[in-house]
C-alpha cells in the first residue's frame, strides 16, 4: 500500500474501531442486507446476479439495492429485490459531476438520502460491492453492523468484517465472491439479469416491426454508438461506413437489415452522423434519447445482433445472451484484460486493434473491414431465422 493510501486508509480504520462487529450473517438470519453500488449503468448490471445469489442463501431476508437514482430502471421488476433506495453518492460514477473529496464529505454528513438511511436504524450486513473508502465510511454512517468489502482496490477493507481481494477477474464474478463470503453456494451465472414486463416486450415488438421487410429474412441489428468515457467510442463515420457495407452484404444474399441505433440523448449527435455516414438506403434509424431505458433493454432482447463499444449496451446483450460484437479501442489499449474483467462467453466477441499505440487514441481502433466481418459472422451463426418477417 503506497503512502497516499496508507493515509487515507488510516483514519478509516481508526473510525472502524468505534464501529465493531454487531452481528454474526454466519451465526444469525439478517433482517436486511443493504447492496451498495451507486456507480455506472454497466458496474450495476453487472453485480445483478448477487440478490439471486443472496435470495437463495437468505430465503426470508430483506434485500435492499442502493443505487444511483439512474439505475434504477435497471433492477426495476427484479424479484430478488425487495427494496431500491436512491444513492446519489460523487464518488465512482460519471453522473454525478461534482466528485470532489469536499463534495464527498457534504454528502455523507449533510445529504438527505443518507438521513433517510440512516433513520431506519441501522442494517444487519452491508456490502460495497466496489470497495472504496467512501463506501466504507457510508457503511458505517448508516449503521451497518456487519460490514463487507473489497481490499486492494479503493481501499475501506479495514473497516470491514471481510473482504475480497482486488484481482483482475470477471466483475460479475467478483461481486459473486462478496456473496462468497456470507455463505452462498448456489451461485447463479455471472451474468447480468434483467427482467422486462410484457407491455415492454410488446412496445419493443411494435418497434421492431416497422422495419420489416415482407417477403424477406429481416436482420434485426441493434446499435450503440455512445460510451460513458468519450475515448471508448468508435467514430460515428466509421460506425456509419460498418453499416453500409453489412446492409449491401445482405441485399446481396437475398436478406433485408433493420438496423436500429439506441442511446440516451447525449448520443443524438452520434447517431446522426452515423446515419449520415452510412448515406442514402441503408436501412438505419435511430430511437437515442426517444425511447425508455428499459425499453432499449426489450429491444435488445429482441435484436438478432448487437454491435456496440464498450458500454452499457455490451452486457444488456449479455443478460439476453444476444450474438455481440464489441469493438473496443481508444483507450482502451489492453483489449484482453478488457475482455477478462468486462467481457463474456460468447456469443459475445471484441474486435480491437492489433496494435495499440500509447497516447494516440485516436489511431487505436480496429479497421472498419474487420468490424463488418465479425458483424457478419454473428449473423451467419444463428439457426433460426432473424426478425419477424423471416
Same mark, same amino acid.
Given at each position: $500500500?503506497?503512502?497516499?493510501?496508507?493515509?487515507?486508509?488510516?483514519?478509516?480504520?481508526?473510525?472502524?474501531?468505534?464501529?465493531?462487529?454487531?452481528?454474526?450473517?454466519? #451465526?444469525?438470519?439478517?433482517?436486511e442486507?443493504?447492496v451498495?453500488?451507486?456507480?455506472d449503468?454497466?458496474?450495476?448490471?453487472?453485480?445483478?446476479?448477487?440478490?439471486?445469489?443472496?435470495?437463495?442463501?437468505?430465503?426470508?431476508?430483506?434485500?435492499?439495492?442502493?443505487?444511483?437514482?439512474?439505475?434504477?430502471?435497471? @433492477?426495476?421488476?427484479?424479484?430478488?429485490?425487495?427494496?431500491?433506495?436512491?444513492?446519489? *453518492?460523487?464518488?465512482?460514477?460519471?453522473?454525478?459531476?461534482?466528485?470532489?473529496?469536499?463534495?464527498?464529505?457534504?454528502?455523507?454528513w449533510?445529504?438527505?438520502?443518507?438521513?433517510?438511511?440512516?433513520?431506519?436504524?441501522?442494517?444487519?450486513?452491508?456490502i460495497d460491492?466496489?470497495?472504496?473508502? $467512501?463506501?466504507?465510511?457510508?457503511?458505517?454512517?448508516?449503521?451497518?453492523?456487519?460490514?463487507?468489502g473489497?481490499?486492494?482496490? #479503493?481501499?475501506?477493507?479495514?473497516?470491514?468484517?471481510?473482504?475480497?481481494?482486488?484481482?483482475?477477474?470477471?466483475?460479475?464474478?467478483?461481486?459473486?465472491?462478496?456473496?462468497? @463470503?456470507?455463505?452462498?453456494?448456489?451461485?447463479?451465472?455471472? #451474468?447480468?439479469?434483467?427482467?422486462?414486463?410484457?407491455?415492454?416486450?410488446a412496445?419493443?415488438?411494435?418497434?421492431?416491426?416497422?422495419?420489416?421487410?415482407?417477403?424477406?429474412?429481416?436482420?434485426?441489428?441493434?446499435?450503440?454508438?455512445?460510451?460513458? &468515457?468519450?475515448?471508448?467510442a468508435?467514430d *460515428?463515420?466509421?460506425?456509419?461506413?460498418?453499416?453500409?457495407?453489412?446492409?449491401?452484404?445482405?441485399?446481396? *444474399?437475398?436478406?433485408?437489415?433493420?438496423?436500429?441505433?439506441?442511446?440516451?440523448?447525449?448520443?443524438?449527435? #452520434?447517431?446522426?452522423?452515423?446515419?449520415?455516414a452510412?448515406?442514402?438506403? &441503408?436501412?438505419?434509424?435511430?430511437?437515442?434519447?426517444?425511447v425508455?431505458?428499459?425499453?432499449?433493454?426489450a @429491444?435488445?432482447?429482441?435484436?438478432?445482433?448487437?454491435?456496440?463499444?464498450?458500454? $452499457?449496451?455490451?452486457?444488456?446483450? *449479455?443478460?439476453?445472451?444476444?450474438?455481440?460484437?464489441?469493438?473496443?479501442?481508444?483507450?482502451?489499449?489492453?483489449?484482453?484484460?478488457?475482455?477478462?474483467?468486462?467481457?463474456?462467453?460468447?456469443?459475445?466477441?471484441?474486435?480491437?486493434?492489433?496494435?495499440?499505440?500509447?497516447?494516440?487514441?485516436?489511431?487505436?481502433?480496429?479497421?472498419v473491414?474487420?468490424?463488418?466481418?465479425?458483424?457478419?459472422?454473428?449473423?451467419?451463426?444463428?439457426?433460426?431465422?432473424?426478425?419477424?418477417?423471416?
Amino acid at each position: $500500500m503506497g503512502w497516499k493510501s496508507l493515509l487515507i486508509e488510516t483514519p478509516v480504520w481508526i473510525i472502524g474501531r468505534f464501529h465493531r462487529p454487531r452481528f454474526d450473517p454466519h #451465526r444469525d438470519t439478517p433482517r436486511e442486507i443493504l447492496v451498495l453500488r451507486p456507480n455506472d449503468f454497466g458496474e450495476l448490471l453487472t453485480t445483478t446476479p448477487l440478490f439471486e445469489a443472496l435470495r437463495k442463501r437468505f430465503p426470508t431476508t430483506r434485500l435492499i439495492a442502493g443505487v444511483g437514482s439512474w439505475g434504477r430502471p435497471i @433492477l426495476e421488476n427484479n424479484p430478488f429485490v425487495d427494496e431500491i433506495v436512491e444513492i446519489d *453518492a460523487p464518488w465512482n460514477n460519471k453522473l454525478v459531476e461534482d466528485r470532489s473529496h469536499g463534495n464527498v464529505l457534504r454528502f455523507l454528513w449533510k445529504s438527505p438520502q443518507v438521513a433517510a438511511l440512516r433513520a431506519r436504524g441501522g442494517f444487519d450486513v452491508g456490502i460495497d460491492v466496489l470497495g472504496s473508502y $467512501m463506501g466504507a465510511l457510508l457503511m458505517m454512517r448508516t449503521g451497518v453492523r456487519y460490514r463487507v468489502g473489497v481490499r486492494g482496490y #479503493r481501499g475501506g477493507w479495514s473497516a470491514c468484517q471481510t473482504y475480497i481481494e482486488f484481482a483482475a477477474r470477471q466483475c460479475g464474478r467478483a461481486a459473486l465472491a462478496q456473496g462468497e @463470503l456470507l455463505g452462498a453456494t448456489a451461485l447463479p451465472e455471472a #451474468r447480468p439479469q434483467l427482467f422486462l414486463t410484457d407491455e415492454e416486450r410488446a412496445t419493443a415488438a411494435q418497434i421492431w416491426k416497422a422495419g420489416d421487410v415482407p417477403g424477406r429474412r429481416t436482420v434485426r441489428l441493434i446499435v450503440g454508438v455512445g460510451a460513458g &468515457v468519450p475515448s471508448k467510442a468508435w467514430d *460515428a463515420r466509421q460506425v456509419g461506413a460498418a453499416l453500409a457495407q453489412i446492409a449491401q452484404t445482405l441485399d446481396k *444474399a437475398g436478406d433485408a437489415g433493420d438496423f436500429v441505433i439506441v442511446g440516451s440523448a447525449a448520443d443524438r449527435t #452520434r447517431a446522426a452522423e452515423a446515419i449520415a455516414a452510412a448515406g442514402p438506403g &441503408v436501412p438505419v434509424r435511430s430511437v437515442a434519447g426517444e425511447v425508455p431505458m428499459r425499453i432499449t433493454f426489450a @429491444l435488445t432482447e429482441q435484436a438478432g445482433v448487437v454491435l456496440t463499444n464498450s458500454s $452499457m449496451l455490451m452486457h444488456v446483450a *449479455a443478460a439476453f445472451r444476444r450474438p455481440t460484437v464489441a469493438v473496443i479501442g481508444g483507450s482502451v489499449t489492453k483489449p484482453d484484460r478488457h475482455d477478462a474483467i468486462w467481457g463474456y462467453p460468447p456469443p459475445y466477441r471484441s474486435v480491437s486493434p492489433e496494435r495499440c499505440v500509447e497516447g494516440e487514441h485516436a489511431r487505436n481502433w480496429p479497421g472498419v473491414e474487420r468490424v463488418v466481418q465479425a458483424v457478419l459472422e454473428a449473423v451467419g451463426t444463428q439457426r433460426a431465422p432473424v426478425g419477424a418477417s423471416a
